[in-house]
């Protein structure tokens, strides 16, 4: 099993010239966890509309993303929420050094979770528990508060462009994760939940045609992995979605953990997909600048018809 255990972290192995940049933003994210926490959701705001200024690729893809999902908005309703999520995306940097330095004590004071007891209750049957979300801006932070009250072991997609920041990001999230598994080891993924632990997976991305269906998500006939139904099947787990969303006022974030699904898998692909896509789009709606819009959603298309995207 690609299992990772809490690795060593050798800096001498980044002290070239092309990592110094790294160096600097990480050091530059240590001292930010040092100030109050409404400074810090501050500066993260201030820091997407950077990212919103220099990020054109992105802003597009974002831009595309909200057209197609709210065509019943304005075109300035449609721009405010481009903005807003990109301020959003500035705070999941933020949000992130303050899951990987922040206190347990400080962190406790901003975890409102609603319904702890559905993942417990389905965690003591004795069998393994899908833990599934989605990929809203705060879900780094959620989960490390999660964490703090269930073990997790968790799916990632390794980052090849930055070694110091892949290298330096598995090394603190393995503080609190309980395991780390790379996205394409399946069979990592059902061994793991056949030892009844709790896995955290956020399965909401375009990965093509290769185990996929086409099924409705936010209006739009959505490429959607089966992959979910399949880890159920295999592993006998329970699958239990829960969503973050961050406070507006500043007090932390809603962890909301909905009971666990019945009669999943059904034996119908499509309806499995399409239930854990209207799942989403429930809390999409209810925060739709809170959702990640920056990456190629809609990418893949029926018959094979060209990709909405610019870049």
């Known amino acids: 099993m690609a299992e990772i255990a809490p690795p060593p ?4 192995h980044y002290l070239a010239p092309r990592h110094w940049l790294t ?5 530059l994210l240590r001292l930010v966890v040092l100030l ?3 400074i810090m959701m501050w500066l993260g705001g201030l820091l997407g509309q950077l990212m919103y200024g220099l990020m054109r690729c992105r802003r597009s893809v974002a831009a595309t993303n909200i057209d197609m999902a709210f065509p019943q908005l304005s075109e300035p309703e449609r721009k405010a929420l481009v903005v807003e999520h990109f301020r959003n995306s500035g705070r999941t940097i933020i949000e992130s050094a ?3 330095w922040g206190k ?15 993942l417990t209750e389905a965690a003591a049957k004795g069998k393994g528990v899908v833990l599934l979300s989605a990929h809203f801006t705060s879900f780094e932070i959620a989960a490390r508060l999660l964490t703090d009250r269930h073990p997790l072991q968790f799916l990632y997609k390794e980052q090849k462009g930055n070694p110091l920041f892949e290298s330096y990001t598995t090394y603190r999230r393995l503080h609190y994760f309980a ?10 993924m059902i061994r793991g939940l056949k030892e009844k632990l709790t896995c955290w997976y956020l399965p909401d991305q375009d990965f093509g045609t290769n185990q996929s269906l086409f099924a409705p998500f936010m209006g ?25 969303l961050r406070r507006h006022d500043g007090s932390g974030y809603d962890i ?21 896509n209207q799942l989403i789009e429930t809390y999409v709606k209810q925060e739709p600048a809170q959702y990640l819009w920056m990456h190629r959603r809609f990418r893949t298309r029926p018959d094979n018809a060209p990709s909405p995207y610019e870049c």
């Open 179 to 188: 395991r780390a598994i790379t996205h394409h080891d399946l069979r990592g």
């Open 23 to 27: 160096w600097i933003g990480l050091g």
């Open 256 to 276: 909301h953990i909905l009971p666990p699904l019945e009669n999943f898998p059904s034996g119908d692909e499509l309806a499995d997909a399409s239930l854990i």
């Open 104 to 118: 347990k004590e400080r962190l406790n004071k901003l975890a409102h979770i609603h319904n702890l007891e559905y």
């Open 98 to 100: 303050l899951s990987w």
């Open 220 to 244: 739009v006939s959505t490429s959607t992995i089966t992959t979910t139904s399949r880890i159920a099947r295999m592993s006998g787990a329970v699958v239990v979605p829960y969503f973050p």
């Open 36 to 38: 109050p926490y409404p």
């Open 9 to 12: 972290f050798h800096a001498r």
